[in-house]
């Protein structure tokens, strides 16, 4: 994985000799890790530990993560990493799509698993949620009938916040960066990007996180689409930034 002090972290243009169903496979266990341990948190100790807690289960978990499988796959585990890595020429068309169909799976799975737990709590309820993403007043400010943070908080939010996680993951990781700690730099971002967002919509910044809980919260599915638009939008934008900062060219 190293060579001197630079990484090859998730630099795909390198991975074309790593057999492309390891690569898909590391993806879902990611995901699925990533979803299970973040979601898992926020829905069986969230009132034990708090915002601050939650967004460090996601932070350290996508740490860890990042050196666990980034010489397979890259460690996208995020569609809106994919994106990005698609719009800069570092992975194929073919590649991307199995990626995300692999992170959407695992993450669902994780889901699945965590609501499966929650649900044995005596006295849950599907509409106690599973920390769903939501605006208005699905908002995790809307509560004693106050009014929640609506839907262009949620882009500015989901936008902003994941064009900056995508920015550090492609800078810190590219051939002339000092990538051995690429992934506290990765993983450290992930939670103060949480941080900022779950008070105002439980903190999307990747489809495949929101994909694994709306299925299995009341009422959240009708808003699953601004959590999967909005971090692809933002995984283009930190794409396009990335690519003018640092002078790299966009896939033609």
Same mark, same amino acid.
């Given at each position: ?19 492309i ?10 995901t ?10 926020? /829905?069986? &100790?969230? #009132? %034990? *530990?708090g915002?601050?807690? +939650?967004?460090? @289960?996601?932070?350290?978990?996508? $740490?860890? =993560? /990042?050196? &666990?499988? #980034? %010489? *397979?796959?890259?460690?996208? +585990?995020?569609? @809106?990493?994919?994106?990005?890595? $698609?719009? =800069? ?24 698993l ?12 599907r ?71 779950i ?39 930190g ?14």
């Amino acid at each position: 994985m190293t060579q001197g002090t630079r990484t090859e972290v998730a630099e795909d243009v390198d991975r074309d000799e790593v057999p492309i169903l390891r690569r898909v496979l590391a993806e879902g266990v990611g995901t699925f890790v990533l979803v299970f341990a973040g979601v898992g948190t926020a /829905v069986l &100790a969230g #009132g %034990r *530990v708090g915002a601050l807690g +939650i967004a460090l @289960a996601f932070g350290f978990t996508l $740490l860890c =993560l /990042v050196y &666990a499988i #980034g %010489r *397979v796959s890259g460690c996208h +585990i995020n569609p @809106a990493v994919t994106l990005a890595q $698609l719009v =800069l020429g570092r992975i194929s068309v073919v590649a991307a799509a199995l990626y995300v169909a692999a992170q959407a799976v695992g993450g669902l799975v994780a889901g699945l698993l965590v609501y499966g737990v929650a649900s044995g709590l005596p006295g849950y309820h599907r509409a106690d949620g599973l920390a769903a993403n939501g605006f208005g007043e699905y908002s995790p400010a809307a509560k004693g009938g106050q009014d929640g943070y609506g839907l262009w908080a949620t882009i500015t939010i989901e936008v902003v916040l994941t064009a900056l996680l995508v920015f550090v993951v492609l800078s810190v990781t590219e051939r002339v960066a000092d990538t051995a700690l690429a992934g506290l730099a990765i993983g450290i971002t992930l939670a103060v990007t949480n941080l900022v967002a779950i008070p105002v919509d439980n903190a999307s910044i990747n489809p495949a996180r929101s994909l694994a809980s709306a299925p299995f919260q009341d009422d959240a599915l009708g808003q699953l689409w601004a959590f999967i638009v909005f971090p692809l939008v933002g995984g283009v934008v930190g794409a396009l930034v990335y690519a003018v900062v640092h002078g790299r060219p966009i896939r033609r």
